[in-house]
């Protein structure tokens, strides 16, 4: 077991030191501090070759998925957006034992999740499939795969490993498809939904927190309702002010 992070353990508007210095999401003075330092993602693929690059953008889309995924900017930014929202699969809550404390809320669990995440020594492997089907869909997943449990009053555990299917039909396609920040928020999306969150059917707005969360990871954590809120020289500094660190692990294909 590994000790656990608590989002509520600060009073609103103020700083305080907590595992690299985490500030709840809805307090109108948290910012982003200095994260620990992150180990590397470690991912393997299936099915995929270099045809139209695809894995050069997958290998790009976790460049930035390695701090993205773990950011307290990118996570801030969600919860600005979607304060109180959630929606879980169902039996996810009591499965990942959060029925037992009182700490946290339904919408407090994606903030849990990643948090702990983050502070693992080895975060849980990435497997990465192909599919191909002619499709809006870019990518999909299993629900509640991968379980972050609650294990007392200081800790927590992590059982599961991720596991997504991304949709050759648009990996290095013109536009978008060959865009690696695109398909590090599809692979967001799809590692959420291996957490137990889901959204809507055929509904993609940020309103809902998986959403919000996506486009976050998108616009390296300056986005509002879906666009940047700032000049994208912001994005183009974002992996430094995200790493909060001097060292900088990439991840690692284990194929």
């Given at each position: ?83 109180g929202a959630y ?79 991304l949709n050759r ?67 183009d500094s974002a ?17």
């Amino acid at each position: 077991m590994q000790p656990h992070i608590d989002r509520r353990r600060f009073l609103s508007g103020a700083v305080a030191a907590c595992a690299g210095g985490l500030l709840t999401p809805n307090s109108d003075a948290a910012v982003a501090l200095p994260a620990p330092r992150q180990q590397p993602l470690y991912y393997r693929t299936y099915g995929f070759d270099e045809r139209y690059r695809e894995k050069s953008i997958i290998r790009d889309a976790m460049d930035l998925l390695h701090t993205r995924f773990r950011s307290t900017s990118v996570l801030h930014n969600a919860y600005q957006m979607t304060p109180g929202a959630y929606h879980l699969k169902g039996g996810y809550w009591r499965d990942s034992l959060m029925h037992r404390q009182r700490i946290h809320g339904y919408a407090d669990l994606l903030w849990f999740q990643i948090i702990n995440l983050a502070s693992l020594y080895r975060f849980p492997d990435i497997h990465i499939h192909a599919y191909h089907k002619p499709s809006r869909s870019y990518g999909k997943a299993d629900v509640g795969r991968v379980k972050v449990r609650w294990r007392g009053p200081q800790y927590f555990d992590a059982k599961g490993s991720f596991k997504i299917h991304l949709n050759r039909y648009h990996l290095g396609a013109a536009g978008r498809g060959s865009e690696p920040a695109t398909w590090a928020a599809v692979i967001a999306h799809e590692m959420l939904h291996n957490l137990g969150h889901m959204h809507g059917r055929n509904d993609y707005r940020d309103h809902q927190q998986m959403i919000a969360f996506e486009h976050a990871v998108y616009w390296a954590g300056d986005c509002w309702r879906g666009r940047l809120r700032r000049s994208s020289s912001a994005v183009d500094s974002a992996r430094v002010r995200e790493a909060g660190s001097d060292v900088w692990h990439p991840p690692l294909a284990i194929e």
